[in-house]
C-alpha cells in the first residue's frame, strides 16, 4: 500500500549503472562522450583502448559513480595507472562497484543539464537548463539557469531539451531527473542521468515558477503533469552557490566544526536551503554541505550583485565555509564572461587570496603572551535610564579568572613562557594533519626517503578524498599513522629529516 515516490526501479537499475545507461542512450540515438560501454578489467586492457581507440587525455570512471566519487584523468599514459587504481577504490568504498569505463577527457567543457518531469502517463517535459560548470574535483560548487552558453544560441535549448525528453523516455521515467551533459565546440554530449532531486533543482523552480518536488508528488499518486512543454517559460536569472565547510585557501580542505552564531540573508528574490542553526555542528563523517544559496533577479548581472550581497549578509561563526571564495569568485572577470573560471578553482594561489580577513590580534602581556579575558557586569545609567552592561576584555592584574586553568598563577595572569616547560615544538621536520578524517591509505614506510610533494597517505574526510604529501625531501624518521585509523586535525602524520640527519642503518 506504500507508493515509492520517484523513478521506477527498472529505470533506476538502467540509469544507475554508467556503463549500462550509455549502452542505452546510444541504441536510443542520444549523443555520448566517446569512449568504452563496457567496463574495463585491468590497465593493460585500458592502455590499448587509450592508445588505440581514444587518445589521451582520457577519464576514468567508476561504472556505478556519480557526484564527482569514482572520477579521475590520465593526462598521459604515465598517469593511466593511478587514475584506474584510484577510480577503482573509490567506486568500490562509495558504490561498492570497483568496475571503471573509458571516456574522452574533455578539458575544458561546459556541463550543462536538462531538468525533466514525467508522469505515468506518457508525458515528459523538460523545464530548461542550468548550467554546472564550476567544479572541484569534478563536484558542482555554482549552479545557474539559464545556460549563458544557450542563450547565445536560440536553438541550443529546444535541441539539448529534446535529448533530456528522449532519454527519459528510453527508461518510461516517471517523476523528476536530470540528464546531465557535457558541451563543447557546438556538440552536446550526454553524460549521465539522475535519477532522483538534485541539489541544484532550485534554480529552475526559481526561473519556471514550477514546484518540482511537487510534480514529483503528483506523478507518483497518478496525476498528470500540471504543465505543457509550450507553458514552460524561463523569467530572468537564477543563481545557486553551495555553502560548504571547506576551506578553499586551503585547496577545499574538508572544515568540520561547531557553528557559533548563525544568521542567512534574507530579501526578495533571496532563498535559503539548510538544516543547521546556531550551535549546530557539521560532522566530518558526511558531505560538507552547509546549505544552499538561491538567488533570482532579472538577468545575469543583477543576480550576481544580489548574491554578492546575500553572501555578505551571511554569517555563520565558528565554521570555516566556501562564503568567501565564492564572493570573491562572482567579482572576477571570469565570471562576468560566463568562463568555466577552471582556472582559478585550479591556481592554489588565488584560492589563498579568498582567506577570510585574519581576527584582530589578542591582547599579549609583556612577553607576547595572550592575556586572559573575563567578562563583568555593570549597570549604568545614561540621560536618567539605566543599562545593564557586559564588558569583555582582559583581566586587570590580581583578578582571578575563573576556569583560568591548571598551573595559572594566583591573580590569574598566565605563567610566562620561560616558567613554563616547553612544548614539543614539532618544528619545521614535523607534518601534521590538516584536517580530521580517517586514514584511509598509507603509501610510504618508515626510512623511506620521499621527495617534497610526494604522496604520504590519503585521508577520508566528508565524503572526498584528501591526498596528503610530503612538505620537504628527506628521510621518513617516524610515521606514527595507520590505515583504517580516525586521525584529528594537528595530529602528526610523519617526520621527515634532511638525509644528514637520518639515523644510520643497523
Same mark, same amino acid.
Given at each position: 500500500?506504500?507508493?515509492?515516490?520517484?523513478?521506477?526501479?527498472?529505470?533506476?537499475?538502467?540509469?544507475?549503472?554508467?556503463?549500462?545507461?550509455?549502452?542505452?542512450?546510444?541504441?536510443?540515438?542520444?549523443?555520448?562522450?566517446?569512449?568504452?560501454?563496457?567496463?574495463?578489467?585491468?590497465?593493460?586492457?585500458?592502455?590499448?583502448?587509450?592508445?588505440?581507440?581514444?587518445?589521451?587525455?582520457? !577519464? %576514468?570512471?567508476?561504472? &556505478?559513480? +556519480?557526484?564527482?566519487? $569514482?572520477?579521475?584523468?590520465?593526462?598521459?599514459?604515465?598517469? #593511466? /595507472?593511478?587514475?584506474?587504481?584510484?577510480?577503482?577504490?573509490?567506486?568500490?568504498?562509495?558504490?561498492?562497484?570497483?568496475?571503471?569505463?573509458?571516456?574522452?577527457?574533455?578539458?575544458?567543457?561546459?556541463?550543462?543539464?536538462?531538468?525533466?518531469?514525467?508522469?505515468?502517463?506518457?508525458?515528459?517535459?523538460?523545464?530548461?537548463?542550468?548550467?554546472?560548470?564550476?567544479?572541484?574535483?569534478?563536484?558542482?560548487?555554482?549552479?545557474?539557469?539559464?545556460?549563458?552558453?544557450?542563450?547565445?544560441?536560440?536553438?541550443?535549448?529546444?535541441?539539448?531539451?529534446?535529448?533530456?525528453?528522449?532519454?527519459?523516455? !528510453? %527508461?518510461?521515467?516517471? &517523476?523528476? +531527473?536530470?540528464?546531465? $551533459?557535457?558541451?563543447?565546440?557546438?556538440?552536446?554530449?550526454? #553524460? /549521465?542521468?539522475?535519477?532522483?532531486?538534485?541539489?541544484?533543482?532550485?534554480?529552475?523552480?526559481?526561473?519556471?515558477?514550477?514546484?518540482?518536488?511537487?510534480?514529483?508528488?503528483?506523478?507518483?499518486?497518478?496525476?498528470?503533469?500540471?504543465?505543457?512543454?509550450?507553458?514552460?517559460?524561463?523569467?530572468?536569472?537564477?543563481?545557486?552557490?553551495?555553502?560548504?565547510?571547506?576551506?578553499?585557501?586551503?585547496?577545499?580542505?574538508?572544515?568540520?566544526?561547531?557553528?557559533?552564531?548563525?544568521?542567512?540573508?534574507?530579501?526578495?528574490?533571496?532563498?535559503?536551503?539548510?538544516?543547521?542553526?546556531?550551535?549546530?555542528? %557539521?560532522?566530518?563523517?558526511?558531505?560538507?554541505?552547509?546549505?544552499?544559496?538561491?538567488?533570482?533577479?532579472?538577468?545575469?548581472?543583477?543576480?550576481?550583485?544580489?548574491?554578492?550581497?546575500?553572501?555578505?549578509?551571511?554569517?555563520?561563526?565558528?565554521?570555516?565555509?566556501?562564503?568567501?571564495?565564492?564572493?570573491?569568485?562572482?567579482?572576477?572577470?571570469?565570471?562576468?564572461?560566463?568562463?568555466?573560471?577552471?582556472?582559478?578553482?585550479?591556481?592554489?594561489?588565488?584560492?589563498?587570496?579568498?582567506?577570510?580577513?585574519?581576527?584582530?590580534?589578542?591582547?599579549?602581556?609583556?612577553?607576547?603572551?595572550?592575556?586572559?579575558?573575563?567578562?563583568?557586569?555593570?549597570?549604568?545609567?545614561?540621560?536618567?535610564?539605566?543599562?545593564?552592561?557586559?564588558?569583555?576584555?582582559?583581566?586587570?592584574?590580581?583578578?582571578?579568572?575563573?576556569?583560568?586553568?591548571?598551573?595559572?598563577?594566583?591573580?590569574?595572569?598566565?605563567?610566562?613562557?620561560?616558567?613554563?616547560?616547553?612544548?614539543?615544538?614539532?618544528?619545521?621536520?614535523?607534518?601534521?594533519?590538516?584536517?580530521?578524517?580517517?586514514?584511509?591509505?598509507?603509501?610510504?614506510?618508515?626510512?623511506?626517503?620521499?621527495?617534497?610533494?610526494?604522496?604520504?597517505?590519503?585521508?577520508?574526510?566528508?565524503?572526498?578524498?584528501?591526498?596528503?604529501?610530503?612538505?620537504?625531501?628527506?628521510?621518513?624518521?617516524?610515521?606514527?599513522?595507520?590505515?583504517?585509523?580516525?586521525?584529528?586535525?594537528?595530529?602528526?602524520?610523519?617526520?621527515?629529516?634532511?638525509?644528514?640527519?637520518?639515523?644510520?642503518?643497523?
Amino acid at each position: 500500500g506504500i507508493t515509492f515516490i520517484g523513478p521506477p526501479a527498472s529505470a533506476i537499475d538502467a540509469m544507475g549503472s554508467k556503463t549500462a545507461a550509455r549502452d542505452l542512450m546510444k541504441a536510443a540515438g542520444v549523443p555520448i562522450v566517446p569512449g568504452t560501454t563496457e567496463t574495463v578489467e585491468t590497465v593493460a586492457d585500458a592502455m590499448k583502448i587509450a592508445k588505440d581507440e581514444i587518445g589521451f587525455p582520457v !577519464a %576514468v570512471k567508476a561504472a &556505478g559513480g +556519480g557526484g564527482g566519487k $569514482g572520477f579521475r584523468v590520465a593526462l598521459t599514459e604515465d598517469e #593511466l /595507472e593511478g587514475a584506474f587504481e584510484g577510480a577503482s577504490r573509490e567506486g568500490e568504498k562509495f558504490f561498492s562497484d570497483g568496475r571503471v569505463y573509458l571516456e574522452r577527457y574533455l578539458p575544458n567543457p561546459r556541463h550543462v543539464e536538462v531538468q525533466i518531469i514525467a508522469d505515468k502517463h506518457g508525458n515528459c517535459i523538460h523545464l530548461g537548463e542550468r548550467d554546472c560548470s564550476i567544479q572541484r574535483r569534478h563536484q558542482k560548487l555554482i549552479e545557474e539557469s539559464p545556460a549563458p552558453v544557450v542563450e547565445a544560441d536560440p536553438g541550443l535549448r529546444d535541441r539539448i531539451g529534446q535529448i533530456g525528453v528522449n532519454a527519459a523516455k !528510453a %527508461v518510461d521515467y516517471v &517523476g523528476a +531527473g536530470t540528464i546531465e $551533459g557535457l558541451f563543447q565546440d557546438g556538440e552536446y554530449f550526454f #553524460l /549521465e542521468m539522475n535519477t532522483r532531486v538534485q541539489v541544484e533543482h532550485c534554480v529552475t523552480e526559481m526561473v519556471t515558477g514550477i514546484d518540482i518536488v511537487k510534480e514529483g508528488i503528483r506523478a507518483a499518486a497518478g496525476l498528470p503533469l500540471s504543465y505543457t512543454q509550450e507553458q514552460v517559460e524561463l523569467r530572468g536569472h537564477a543563481i545557486e552557490c553551495r555553502i560548504n565547510a571547506e576551506n578553499a585557501a586551503k585547496n577545499f580542505t574538508p572544515a568540520p566544526g561547531k557553528i557559533g552564531a548563525y544568521r542567512e540573508p534574507s530579501g526578495p528574490g533571496v532563498r535559503v536551503d539548510s538544516g543547521v542553526g546556531p550551535g549546530g555542528e %557539521v560532522s566530518p563523517m558526511y558531505d560538507p554541505m552547509v546549505s544552499k544559496l538561491i538567488v533570482w533577479d532579472v538577468d545575469r548581472e543583477a543576480a550576481t550583485q544580489r548574491m554578492i550581497r546575500a553572501l555578505e549578509e551571511y554569517e555563520i561563526e565558528g565554521l570555516t565555509t566556501l562564503i568567501p571564495f565564492h564572493d570573491a569568485l562572482l567579482k572576477t572577470e571570469q565570471w562576468a564572461n560566463a568562463e568555466t573560471c577552471k582556472d582559478l578553482v585550479e591556481d592554489k594561489d588565488w584560492l589563498k587570496s579568498t582567506a577570510p580577513a585574519p581576527a584582530p590580534p589578542k591582547p599579549t602581556d609583556d612577553d607576547g603572551e595572550p592575556l586572559e579575558t573575563v567578562e563583568q557586569s555593570y549597570t549604568v545609567e545614561v540621560s536618567g535610564r539605566r543599562f545593564d552592561v557586559n564588558v569583555i576584555g582582559p583581566a586587570f592584574a590580581g583578578a582571578v579568572v575563573a576556569g583560568a586553568g591548571a598551573g595559572a598563577p594566583a591573580g590569574g595572569k598566565k605563567a610566562k613562557r620561560s616558567e613554563r616547560k616547553a612544548g614539543g615544538a614539532g618544528g619545521p621536520d614535523l607534518l601534521e594533519a590538516p584536517l580530521q578524517g580517517n586514514m584511509w591509505k598509507v603509501v610510504v614506510e618508515k626510512g623511506q626517503t620521499v621527495e617534497e610533494g610526494q604522496l604520504l597517505c590519503i585521508i577520508e574526510a566528508m565524503k572526498m578524498e584528501n591526498e596528503i604529501t610530503a612538505h620537504k625531501a628527506g628521510v621518513i624518521e617516524d610515521l606514527p599513522i595507520k590505515e583504517g585509523a580516525a586521525i584529528q586535525a594537528g595530529d602528526p602524520i610523519a617526520r621527515i629529516v634532511s638525509p644528514a640527519a637520518a639515523p644510520a642503518a643497523e
